[in-house]
Structures are given as structure tokens and as C-alpha cells.
């Protein structure tokens, strides 16, 4: 069984989740090490039995893009805390000016019933003021097998260990699709389809679609002209023999592609139809559970929470955990 923390299943048996969440807040402290020192006191020591300071904290850690530019870390349970965000170099004094900014990172669908969590909240509430959710993974679970979900997108694809990816790693929009099944060793066939969003940009989903029918017969000339024709029949004898066809219709022009995929994909429902209502339902859970706020840009505008900006600079790209 998967784990989830706030999920929304829709008419369809698509499961709706965030998976990664980010947010920041002002914390009222200016001093690092006491910030660290009162995290590590009142929400790790007590929570996580046999956790030692020494080894899941850093401090007066140098002005780098490995450190996302945080002056000081700590971690545990399943939490990535940083805090103290290194702004505006002082070419003259050769020194930078340090903000109040605290960064959590964590799996909600993991962690959201955690003791470190309930603590960290506390503290949050007693030592914070506004706060923002800047980055989070949106996934959406479809209980069919990789091979029935399809995907069009102007993103630069990759593929990587069967997980296929659209967009640049750890950036706002960035898709990804793999078999869930398969990494949390499930009984039954489910797929995760999984996009990065981050704050005051455009949430856009690429199209992706369920294949609920196969291919449909191959019409005769007047449908489609000889070379199309003939293509539809190698990408079919590619399916027969259990090739991608998805993979192998990369390297046609986007019009033929979409011209082919009735007769040699198939066809479906479109699954971002209701992503935008579930997402923002999702989002309204956790910026009144972490009293944070987001906002986006373009179309499809979430805004939810009081009007406070994200004041950090990085874009969010050193976001590996150290555990």
C-alpha cells in the first residue's frame, strides 16, 4: 500500500498527492547557532530517539550553491532544515549580509503524521512570522501500467532507469512518469505522473493521457496518405515485438506523431482535466496546515494565504538531502 498524506481520488481512481514540499519562513532570530541549538532542544532530541547534534547538523557553512547558500543545517526523521541565507556580497568589506530565513524540506506523504513535524509546527508558531510554500512535487497515481499512459510535451525528454522525464532537472515544470508499481513493489499496476511547481510561476500541464482503447484498424488511402501509412505499419510491427512506439515516434515531426497515434498508440481521457481543482485543493490543505501561502502565475492563478512574496534568490536547484 502506498502511504499518502493528504491525497484526493478522483471519479476515474487517479489518486492526487504532493509528494515534495519546500517552504520557507522570516524567522525572528538573527543568530544561527541559537536557531539551530533551540531546533535541535525542542524538536529533534526529543522526537527521534538516539539523534545526536554532532552528526545531523552543520554550522557557518561557507557561501556556495552546494549549501543553496544557508549558513547553517540540521536534519532528521525524515526533515532538512536550513537556515540563515547569505545575501548582497559587499564587494568593498568582501562580506555578506545574512537573512533571517528559514528552509524546510520534507515528504508530506511520508511525514505528514510525524512527531518531528507536530514539534516543528510548534515552534514555527512561537519563532516565525510569514511564511511560504516555494517548491513542491505534484503526483498524480493512475492505476494502469507505464505503457497506457502517453505524453506530449515540448519539454526536452530523457530517459533514465524507465523513469521518462520532460524539462531540466529540479526545475519549475519538469515532468516525470514511472512505474510505481514497480519502486514500491505494489500488487497492482500504477503509474506516477509527477510534476515540479515552484512559487510565482505559471502552473501549465503538459498533455498526458490514460489509454483506455487500443489502436484503432488502419483506415485505407484516402485517410492517410502511402508514407503515412507505411510508418503506421512499422510502428505497429515495433508494438507487436514490444518496442516503445512512444519512443520511436520522437523522431518524427510533431504533426505525423499526432497524425499516427490513434492507429498506433490509441486513445484516452486527458488527466489534466481536473488536476487544476485537485491541485488547489491539495494546496489550501497545506498552507492552512503549515500557515504558509502560495502563489502563481498565468491562467491557471492559485493564490491562497496573506499576501507575503518569497524573499529568497536561489532557484532551488541543490535540493538533494543529506540522508
Known amino acids: 500500500m502506498l502511504s499518502y498524506g493528504k491525497n484526493i481520488k478522483d471519479s476515474r481512481g487517479c489518486v492526487h498527492s504532493i509528494d515534495n514540499l519546500v517552504v520557507e519562513y522570516i524567522v525572528r532570530n538573527f543568530n544561527p547557532n541559537s ?3 533551540s531546533l535541535a532542544s525542542s524538536v529533534f532530541e526529543p522526537t527521534i530517539p538516539g539523534w545526536e547534534k554532532s552528526k545531523c547538523s552543520k554550522v557557518d557553512l561557507p557561501a556556495c550553491s552546494a549549501y543553496a547558500w544557508f549558513k547553517s543545517s540540521i536534519w532528521g526523521g525524515g526533515f532538512y532544515v536550513q537556515y ?3 545575501r548582497d556580497f559587499d564587494k568593498v568589506t568582501r562580506e555578506w549580509t545574512e537573512y533571517p530565513l528559514m528552509r524546510i524540506k520534507f515528504n508530506p506523504n511520508k511525514y ?3 512527531p518531528v513535524l507536530a514539534r516543528l509546527s510548534d515552534w514555527v508558531a512561537k519563532e516565525c512570522e510569514d511564511g511560504v510554500i516555494v517548491k513542491f512535487d505534484y503526483a498524480v497515481d493512475v492505476p494502469v501500467p507505464m505503457k497506457d499512459i502517453q ?3 515540448r519539454k526536452e525528454p530523457g530517459l533514465f532507469k524507465g523513469t521518462r522525464y520532460f524539462g531540466q532537472r529540479n526545475k519549475h515544470g519538469r515532468l516525470k512518469v514511472y512505474d510505481k508499481k514497480a519502486e514500491s513493489e505494489l500488487p497492482v499496476d500504477t503509474s506516477r505522473v509527477e510534476w515540479t511547481f515552484c512559487y510565482g510561476k505559471p502552473i501549465v500541464f503538459d498533455d498526458v493521457a490514460w489509454l483506455t482503447r ?3 484498424p488502419l483506415p485505407d488511402s484516402s485517410v492517410l496518405d502511402p508514407r ?4 503506421a505499419r512499422l510502428l505497429l510491427d515495433i508494438r507487436a515485438l514490444g518496442g516503445d512506439v512512444r519512443e520511436s515516434m520522437r523522431h518524427l515531426d510533431a504533426r505525423t506523431a499526432k497524425k499516427l497515434e490513434p492507429y498506433t498508440c490509441g486513445s484516452g481521457v486527458q488527466l489534466l482535466d ?3 481543482g485537485q491541485l488547489k485543493g491539495l494546496l ?4 492552512d496546515e503549515l500557515s504558509v501561502s502560495f502563489r502563481s502565475d498565468g491562467v491557471n492563478q492559485i493564490d491562497i494565504g496573506a499576501d507575503f512574496k518569497r524573499i529568497s534568490i536561489d532557484d532551488l536547484e541543490a535540493d538533494e538531502l543529506p540522508f
Not at 228 to 231: A, F, K, R, V
Not at 284 to 287: A, Q
Open 35 to 37: 536557531v539551530i541549538d
Open 84 to 86: 540563515g541565507q547569505y
Open 112 to 114: 505528514l503524521s510525524s
Open 151 to 153: 505524453v506530449h510535451s
Open 214 to 216: 487500443g489502436p484503432e
Open 228 to 231: 503515412t501509412l507505411t510508418l
Open 274 to 276: 481536473s488536476c487544476l
Open 284 to 287: 489550501k490543505f497545506y498552507c
